[in-house]
């Protein structure tokens, strides 16, 4: 009773916030290789009054971090150029529509470089949800190396090596090796497989009879 009043009461119905019904995600064909197609985001301020630029190789998964100052296409395009110039100029850059990726500076960036920037879909995070997913974990090292007083640059670098040297669960290969061909080096110890051989004159031999 209760309930078909509320549902015929139009006063109610105009002040109720009904669920939002998405359209069901479409997923992105994997880019044909490494390198080619790169999501870009940032994030911040941090208690230091940093920001993150964060450059995400949508077919590896391998992130490239770099810390800034201020979130200004001035500020931006250096540090992308410095990465472009580490791993290579990709074919698509990927980005949300925020001030510094809208700016004329960055239009003229893509056009000097020759990649083609995609802007996703205003108020749909999703549609670049690899870098987003990435950068809430990232969040969540920096709050915590400041909770516990640590160096938290130290500790984004430490991430760092661990997230690219681990297996994705998409791809099974970690970034690095997917994007370099070899694993990372890290300060983990290996079991050596050595086999050691007996001296000869140390070896037991049958006794004569």
């Given at each position: 009773m209760v309930e078909k009043m509320?549902?015929?009461?139009?006063p109610c119905q105009a002040v109720t916030d009904m669920?939002?019904?998405?359209?069901?995600?479409?997923?992105?064909?994997?880019?044909?290789?490494p390198w080619t197609n790169v999501s870009?985001?940032?994030?911040?301020?941090?208690?230091?009054?940093?920001?993150?630029l964060v450059v995400m190789d949508d077919y590896t998964r391998y992130p490239e971090v770099e810390i800034i100052k201020s979130t200004s296409a001035r500020a931006v395009i250096p540090k992308l150029d410095a990465i472009f110039a580490?791993?290579?100029i990709p074919k698509v850059v990927?980005?949300?529509?925020?001030?510094?990726?809208?700016?004329?500076?960055?239009?003229?960036?893509?056009?000097?470089?020759?990649?083609?920037h995609r802007r996703i879909t205003p108020l749909w995070?999703?549609?670049?949800?690899?870098?987003?997913?990435?950068?809430?974990?990232?969040?969540?090292?920096?709050?915590?190396?400041?909770?516990?007083?640590?160096?938290?640059k130290q500790e984004l670098w430490k991430f760092l090596r661990h997230y690219r040297a681990t297996p994705h669960s998409t791809t099974t290969v970690s970034p690095f090796e997917s994007l370099t061909g070899r694993k990372m080096a890290l300060q983990i110890p290996e079991v050596q497989n050595e086999h050691i051989v007996q001296p000869e004159d140390q070896r037991s031999t049958p006794k004569k009879r």
């Amino acid at each position: 009773m209760v309930e078909k009043m509320v549902k015929c009461c139009i006063p109610c119905q105009a002040v109720t916030d009904m669920p939002k019904r998405r359209e069901p995600l479409k997923m992105t064909n994997l880019p044909a290789a490494p390198w080619t197609n790169v999501s870009v985001d940032l994030t911040g301020p941090f208690p230091s009054g940093d920001y993150m630029l964060v450059v995400m190789d949508d077919y590896t998964r391998y992130p490239e971090v770099e810390i800034i100052k201020s979130t200004s296409a001035r500020a931006v395009i250096p540090k992308l150029d410095a990465i472009f110039a580490r791993q290579g100029i990709p074919k698509v850059v990927k980005s949300d529509n925020g001030s510094p990726f809208n700016s004329k500076e960055f239009a003229d960036f893509a056009v000097y470089l020759g990649f083609h920037h995609r802007r996703i879909t205003p108020l749909w995070p999703e549609a670049n949800g690899e870098v987003e997913r990435f950068m809430r974990i990232l969040k969540k090292c920096i709050q915590t190396a400041t909770a516990e007083s640590k160096n938290w640059k130290q500790e984004l670098w430490k991430f760092l090596r661990h997230y690219r040297a681990t297996p994705h669960s998409t791809t099974t290969v970690s970034p690095f090796e997917s994007l370099t061909g070899r694993k990372m080096a890290l300060q983990i110890p290996e079991v050596q497989n050595e086999h050691i051989v007996q001296p000869e004159d140390q070896r037991s031999t049958p006794k004569k009879r």
